[in-house]
């Protein structure tokens, strides 16, 4: 990526503490002094526009791999038992939605109890979620005019590390959602046994995540506003196969046909009925690696509070 950069402030406190912490190469973390948010900064214009992602939909997230693994019933199995505990009906709306393959489960199970919406900057890939039949949203989720449409849930299903300004999401969401209405946030986790084992190697480290939460920051990004209270989190997701892979790796990004045809291979072997035991050992190793938050990726669930509410805002030091 090339072009002119941007600087940053701390994108949960809004501080400008932040030292250096390391350069991984075009790619410069910062930590804040003040609240330990590790983040990106400066970064290219075009990630912080989201003029980045429309450039590469096509060959990412429309590649044959990409598109096969995305589809596969077991792709999002986490997401949907998350989303479902909270919301078993109502509107949806997707943020960041890519080829739509999210909103397609939602719909294919439960046709009769939830109205589907998907929105992204991605072109092609928004092209692909039409085909299947998911409606989407062609603009920018922060410029869009609604128009007084509101929302049972919103989900950023990883999409909060690649926004330049995270609270402005919020922000809008809230705006967006009806009271008592859920936000799903899952991003990847800085605290994973991953990082803790492979440092600045974790191919997941990489220019386009501009945010690595941790659980607290992540709890103190969505509880700091007096409008959401904190009702679900965890910590979900493993995959030993890309710490095998990338320990020993000598590259600063791994390719995106070769992140692809992994997660081809991987969602194979979950629907393998053959590896059935080996898959038993892999989600007990999960839900250990999640109860101590060392999963892949962490997640919270935020309710918008009702007008009437007289619950005081949830604060950061009660919850971590």
Known sequence: MQGPECQRRCPVCNQQTAQPLFKKGDLRLVQCANCAMVYASPIPQELATGTYYDRIGKPFYCSPDKLESDYAPVRFERELGIFRQFCP???VLDVGCSTGAFLYQVKARWPLNHRILGADVASAALDYAEQKGVP????SFLEHD???EHFDAITFWAVMEHLANPKLFLTKAADLLNPGG???ILVPNWRSLAI???GRRYRYIYAD???YFSAGTLERLGCESARFDLVGRGSTHFNPIVIMQDFFKRVDRVPDEDRARLLKKTTGYKQNPWLKPIKWAY????SALGACN???NIYVVLRKRKASSSTPAARFEEII
């Open 209 to 211: 995540h501009v945010n």
């Open 89 to 91: 009906s109502g509107n």
């Open 294 to 296: 060392l999963a892949d």
């Open 146 to 148: 609604f128009r007084g």
């Open 182 to 184: 859920h936000l799903y």
């Open 283 to 286: 989600q007990l190793a999960e």
């Open 136 to 139: 989407v949203l062609r603009a």
């Open 196 to 198: 803790r084992l492979l």
